[in-house]
């Protein structure tokens, strides 16, 4: 269908009309009769780029006496990548969020910054001095530009750019993790060199974005949480794991938004959620929120009207887990809620990987 011919053919006196018929000649599929219809359009629009990014954190870190800025390495193409530090007792217990390892899963990182912004507020006075916070807000910056050595046209965000899992190479960053340094794309030998192995990190969280269809017990999950399930990682690490789910399922699960299942992941040491905790003795929860900023499947893209829940998600996951280790509720959290949480399966088939 020719969307311009369409249009013009359209009586002009009704308005209502017009906006429906040009909804469903969009061939994005973001509105109108796809599996996103109603969640409105794909798009990049109210998305950071990577330099607002950038501006962003340098605004906060001028504002903010206890944040630090460090740059841990480069991108493919040469984009610095940042984290952001909130360490003010070094025998305080050390958390890590890392987002957009996968440049199309781009929420967790708005949040994020949101977080870092309520940070140097009053809201979280006290907190600071008794937790260390790393915040690494975009590992894979030029997948997040669409800045790739390969092609992106089929990619159904409208904007100005697409964004896309790979990094500029192509390689998926979520399986480099069980790699000799040396062997690794920059982005994670930078993460594992000058992160991982260079802090005492107790705690990670590892935030990505599934596909919109996945659900358990009918209804559509707003996101998925795993643990370690690589055999190697130590029983205690393991535990400690667990209970940071515990943590955060308690946090988003009675918010009337939030309705979490269980990731069905893998336990290949590749996977970071995995090799941080077999090499690193870290703590670690994958927390896979709904729906993807671009893709070129349709039913993985999500529309714009679900951002706002899916922000707050990841502020509400973050904000849950540092008061948890600030006042060490997270010691004694009941963790056997993930015996009988009930693991999603996915309406249309279409697992999206961690
Ligand atoms: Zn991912």
Known sequence: MNLKKKVLSVSLSSLLTLSAVTAVALPVGAVGNGPSAGNGQVTTSILHTYDSLVNYLKTQDAKQEALKLEVIGETVKGRDIYLAKYISNPKNPTILFLTQQHGNEQLTTEGTLEFIKHLGTNKTKGLLENVNI???PMLNAD????????????????GDRHLTRANANGVDLNREHDKKTSEMQVEVKALHENVFAKYDIDYMIDLHHQGTLSETEGELVSGSMLYPTNANVKPEVLEASKKLGAVVYNAIEPTGWGHIGK????????IGRNGAAVRYDIATLLFEMRGMSDHNIESVALGQKSNGYLIKQTVTTLDAAVRALADNSIETVDESFWDTLPTQTNRSGEEADE
């Open 134 to 136: 790393l915040i690494i």
């Open 143 to 158: 997948g997040a530009m669409g800045d790739v050595n390969f092609s992106l046209d089929d990619y159904l965000a409208k």
């Open 263 to 270: 990731y069905n992941g893998g336990s290949g040491e590749n």
